[in-house]
């Protein structure tokens, strides 16, 4: 009988970057936020941030883990630390549902986020495999470190709302 | 990581006074809206970090019922109205004499029962406030949701440019005829907010 994989659980709050080098599920709650996920396969290292803003309004904010434009290459940096090489990093993208679209409108922090995420990557040159970004709805992730694979849910909303 | 305890308001501070008007005024306005007597109380208040939240009844994924009531002046703020699924459908029948959709789903004339009575109870709870403070607060058309609290929280703080750890949570209880409801508010208020209306209250 095959014994199971004992997964260390990490709660991901706002602005925080989490790195781990052994079997662990990140788990988080999104909703304009944005989750990248990254994935080293053959030293087994994964990594998650969890972002509010594309870019702070300074150069530079003392906060990076609140910022996309920040976050993601301090990411990318704590991978590198942890043995990760960036030419075989590849992203997950998660995020960036306009929950409050009957407030905010079309142009929404969320849809910014996601920009800058994508824009962010492209340019550090790592690879997105995978991407559940965007609609209106908040989205909770798990992220398993030692496979790269990620579980995201949603809310049925139709399941409890009729008529809208 | 260390982080700042929830911290009660005290009984007896200015800002519990001006909530506890607030309940007044709010079982007011419910009692007209339902036709009924009403009983609400203000059974707990404190200030807590934003992740604290999730430690309480709900959890950051529980998928809630809510309605937002945003506030335009003094900087701007909001104003979350949150129940379970139960309990929304309680307030739905007390509200509305309603009868559930399939699978006890909400109709629109339920959403619409909720977002009215958030609108009573939290104008209520700003008005006692902004008199308690004398300043002006005035509440957005209730908008309302039905996802993960933590989703919701985070693209609110986020909205308002909040920093993450002054969040006052407002938890009552409602009851009318059979049904005992419980309703939790959280006023999540900008900075200018907090020094506008909490600091003449002697809460900021």
């Known amino acids: 009988m095959r014994s199971a994989v004992q997964y260390r659980w990490v709660n991901l709050g706002i602005g925080d970057i989490v790195v781990m080098a052994a079997s662990a599920r990140i788990t988080t709650v999104l ?35 609140r910022f996309g434009s920040e976050s993601i290459p301090e990411l990318v940096r704590r991978m590198a630390a942890a043995g990760a090489r960036r030419g075989r990093m590849v992203a997950k993208v998660f995020g960036g549902g ?63 709302v009729m008529n809208r | 990581m260390e982080r700042e305890a929830a911290m009660p308001v005290k009984s007896g501070s200015a800002l519990r006074e001006a909530l506890e008007r607030g309940v007044q005024q709010a079982v007011r306005a419910a009692e007209l809206l339902t036709g009924r007597p009403v009983r609400m109380t203000l059974a707990r208040m404190e200030a ?8 309480g009844r709900f959890r950051a994924d529980s998928p809630l019922a809510m309605v937002v009531l945003r506030i335009h002046d003094q900087g ?89 750890d002054r969040i006052l949570l407002i938890g009552t209880s409602l009851a009318c005829a059979d049904a005992d409801v419980c309703l939790d508010f959280l006023f ?11 600091g003449p209250l002697g809460d900021a």
């Open chain 1, 31 to 65: 909703g304009s936020c944005i989750s990248v996920c990254l994935f080293d396969e053959e030293r087994a290292v994964g990594g998650m941030n969890h972002f509010m803003l594309p870019a702070p309004m300074g150069s530079r904010s003392g906060t990076p883990g």
């Open chain 1, 98 to 160: 306009n929950v409050l679209a009957e407030l905010s409108g079309a142009g929404s922090v969320a849809g910014r986020n996601i920009e800058v995420a994508r824009h962010c990557l492209l340019e550090l040159h790592i690879p997105v495999v995978a991407e559940d970004t965007g609609g209106s709805h908040g989205r909770k992730v798990d992220f398993f470190t030692d496979s790269g694979k990620v579980l995201v849910r949603a809310v049925e909303h139709q399941r409890f």
């Open chain 2, 48 to 55: 807590v970090p934003a992740d604290a939240i999730f430690e």
């Open chain 2, 76 to 164: 701007g703020g909001f104003l979350l109205l949150m129940m379970d699924e139960d309990s929304a459908r309680a307030l739905n029948a007390l509200l509305w004499g309603g009868v559930p959709g399939a699978g006890g789903s909400l109709t629109a004339d339920g959403i619409s029962a909720l977002k009215e009575l958030a609108n009573i109870v939290g104008s209520s709870f700003l008005n006692a406030l902004a008199d308690a403070a004398h300043v002006a607060l005035r509440p957005s058309e209730p908008i309302f949701l039905y996802d993960m609290l933590a989703a919701v929280i985070e693209t609110l703080l986020v909205e308002q440019g909040i920093d993450t």
């Open chain 2, 188 to 198: 999540l208020p900008s900075q200018a907010l907090i020094e506008a209306v909490l």
